[in-house]
């Protein structure tokens, strides 16, 4: 299979996935382009994604699946491992992923930093704008009221 296939395949994989976990953006904003990592499994097919966003401060972690088909087999371990950068954090308020987070050298945290924060204000959003042109209410109301769950991890060179 060619790069592009791969890509399209992927991108494919990675909507349905979003598409159940109302935690994440929208499967319309998905992407496979910039700093994205892909696990996969021994046929080539993706078992786990990471989207990688520069925030000026540092790297946002801002999408992590793991194909449910492959929970629990050290994927989340994996994807984390492959972050390099000198200062990265996630906000998730799945506690598997915070475990595993916390396992890979990351802290819990309460903020990120003033630009940092200035720039997640606005890309976030844009994301609600658009679940909202989308008429995406599912999502946006699972999100609201979900929204003081969600944990601060991060991790710099200097843990």
Same mark, same amino acid.
């Given at each position: /299979? ?15 996935? /979003?598409? &159940? ?28 994604? @990471? ?5 000026? &401060? ?19 371990? &994996? ?5 390099? @950068? ?6 998730? $308020? ?8 916390? +396992? ?19 890309? $976030? ?5 658009? /679940?909202?042109? /989308? ?7 699972? &999100? ?10 991060? +991790?710099?060179?200097?843990?």
């Amino acid at each position: /299979m060619d790069s592009n296939n791969d890509a399209s395949t992927d991108l494919i994989w990675l909507k349905s996935i /979003m598409k &159940q976990e109302l935690d994440l953006k929208p499967p319309s904003l998905a992407r496979m382009r910039g700093k994205a990592i892909i696990t996969r499994d021994e046929n080539g097919s993706p078992t786990g994604h @990471a989207a990688l966003t520069n925030r000026w &401060q540092g790297i946002e972690i801002n999408t992590f699946v793991v194909d449910p088909a492959y929970r629990g087999k050290g994927i989340s371990h &994996q994807l984390l491992s492959k972050v390099d @950068a000198s200062r990265a954090f996630c906000y998730t $308020r799945n506690k598997k992923l915070q475990s595993a987070l916390v +396992k890979a050298g990351y802290r819990r945290a309460f903020f990120p930093g003033v630009v940092s924060s200035v720039n997640l204000i606005l890309s $976030r959003t844009g994301i609600f704008l658009w /679940m909202l042109l /989308m008429f995406d209410f599912k999502r946006i109301i699972h &999100q609201i009221k979900n929204l003081p769950n969600y944990k601060l991890y991060m +991790k710099t060179k200097f843990d």
